[in-house]
Structures are given as structure tokens and as C-alpha cells.
């Protein structure tokens, strides 16, 4: 059974940082992308990272690019998304997915496999 938990979220204030985690496991992670998506209360939800699953290459929204950074440890079959330079518009659910590709997924039904979010909060 497949299992992908994200953690790390939290309320912080403008200008802070947070490390969001995901840990997946009953599947080959090498063999999957990776990605973050979030979702603000009454929008829909938005691609925000992704890393391949064998050579690092990554793609970011343009709205965190700079600010963000995802990363992967395959050996512990995690992820982690660091968060810099938080804005309040950064507020919303953060969803780690994973895609059975080669490839750098950036829309929502291109993946598998969905965790159940972690809450980010940004206070102005």
C-alpha cells in the first residue's frame, strides 16, 4: 500500500522559513518525480516544485522561484521543500505528489500518488 505523508507545516510569520517533508513509502521512490502543489482557501490548486527522480533536475513556479528550493534523498525516500522569504500569499495546503515519469510534472492530473497536505500559514 502506497503512503505519502507530508509534515513541517506551520504558522510563521512574513519573512520567515519553514522545511516541508515527504516521506513516501510502498513503492520504488528512484522511480518516481516529485512534487509540491498547494491550494489557498477558495482557489484552486497550483503547482509549486518538482525534482526528477534520478538526476536533481528541478522547475519551479515562477511566484517561489528564488525562494524555494525542493530537494530529494532517495536512500531515506524523502523530500523536502524549503521555504524562504515566506509571503502571506504563500498561505495554503501544501501537497506532495508523486509521478511514475522520467520527466518534470508541473499539473495536478499528471500524478499518482497524493498525500493529505500540511498546513502553511503566513501572517502579515
Known amino acids: 500500500q502506497v503512503q505519502v505523508v507530508e509534515s513541517g507545516g506551520a504558522l510563521v510569520q512574513a519573512g520567515g522559513s519553514l522545511r516541508l517533508s515527504c516521506a513516501a513509502s510502498g513503492l520504488t521512490f528512484s522511480w518516481y518525480a516529485v512534487g509540491w502543489f498547494r491550494q489557498a482557501p477558495g482557489k484552486e490548486r497550483e503547482f509549486v516544485a518538482a525534482i526528477s527522480r534520478s538526476d536533481g533536475n528541478t522547475d519551479y513556479a515562477d511566484s517561489v522561484e528564488g525562494r524555494f528550493t525542493i530537494t530529494r534523498d532517495n536512500a531515506k525516500n524523502t523530500v523536502h521543500l524549503q521555504m524562504n522569504s515566506l509571503k502571506p500569499e504563500d498561505t495554503g495546503v501544501y501537497y506532495c505528489?508523486?509521478?511514475?515519469?522520467?520527466?518534470?510534472?508541473?499539473?495536478?492530473?499528471?500524478?499518482?500518488?497524493w498525500g493529505q497536505g500540511t498546513q502553511v500559514t503566513v501572517s502579515s
Open positions: 505528489a508523486l509521478d511514475h515519469t522520467v520527466g518534470i510534472p508541473t499539473t495536478a492530473p499528471d500524478y499518482n500518488y
